[in-house]
């Protein structure tokens, strides 16, 4: 996908292929999550090679600090089709000068394996840290187990711990003590919700995505809810989630806010940015 704009989107190569095999496989580890070293320090084969940031051409730096100096963050989304993606350079500005969010168009539910190797390939030679499958549809058709398998040859392919965005809402739920939310969406599906009961998340309440988002949020001021849940990656969310959590007085979780605190969360960098919403305010501040 060819990526444009000044927020460090990953910008398409010119061919080029990808190893995507002979990656160390993962260890026992919660579900929804794949690492698949095994651990993140540097003596973990493959897990911290010498890098050249293909998008801005600078040295490769994790998201840790060397010598005190703060380095950046970078992290691979997989984005299957049309997502409002443009959400995400909000996202980027809001998080700080030292996170970056690469972008690649990839489905690993219909992509070969072929392609998904060289398209993970891309994110690993900008130096993402993780990579998190931006779609909640796939991950609940194949329900928990299956996603929990979707994941895993995600990490084994990219040589990166991975996740997806419906396992991003089921952690922060739990980042927030989360038990009972509200969904709103355009495609109200009795699959999400199974899979966030099995998630250990309930949803005492769904409602259609109507033009008004405010309006359409309502059924989430309903005390039963702690949280409303709004699961659409084609909606731009971001903008609207200060105003959505004054309006409820409670927590709101988007898909592509969860998506890049999922993609945080597996590099354990913690950040900051209360106008991402009450889920960014958990973690002690980080930037200068």
Not at 52 to 66: F, I
Not at 230 to 237: F, H
Request: proline share 7%.
């Amino acid at each position: 996908m060819a990526s444009t704009g000044p927020y460090g989107w990953l910008r398409e190569k010119r061919g080029g292929g990808g190893r995507g095999t002979g990656y160390p496989a993962e260890k026992d580890i919660p579900d929804g999550t794949a690492d698949p070293y095994g651990s993140y320090g540097a003596d973990a084969p493959h897990a911290k090679p010498s890098r050249t940031d293909v998008t801005r051409r600078t040295p490769y730096l994790s998201g840790r600090t060397r010598k005190g100096h703060p380095t950046m963050t970078a992290l691979g989304l997989l984005v299957p089709g049309e997502s409002a993606e443009d959400d995400y350079p909000c996202v980027e500005q809001l998080l700080g000068s030292d996170i970056r969010i690469d972008l690649i168009r990839a489905d690993p539910a219909a992509d070969s394996p072929e392609r998904l190797s060289a398209r993970t390939e891309e994110l690993r030679l900008a130096g993402a840290e993780s990579v998190v499958w931006a779609s909640v549809t796939a991950s609940v058709t194949a329900g928990w187990q299956g996603a929990n398998g979707q994941v895993r040859v995600l990490a084994r392919t990219a040589g990166l711990p991975a996740s997806s965005t419906a396992f991003g809402f089921v952690n922060a739920a739990r980042e927030l003590g989360v038990t009972r939310v509200a969904v709103v969406s355009a495609h109200v599906d009795a699959g999400l919700a199974g899979f966030l009961r099995d998630g250990g998340v309930g949803v005492v309440s769904t409602a259609p995505l109507g033009d008004d988002l405010l309006a359409s949020a309502h059924p989430a001021a309903q005390p039963d809810a702690q949280a409303l849940l709004l699961p659409d990656t084609s909606l731009r969310t971001i903008a609207e989630i200060p105003a959505l959590e004054r309006h409820l007085g409670k927590p709101v979780l988007t898909a592509h806010q969860v998506t890049v605190w999922e993609a945080l969360r597996l590099t354990e960098r913690r950040v900051n940015a209360p106008r991402l919403g009450t889920l960014f305010t958990r973690e002690p501040i980080v930037q200068a």
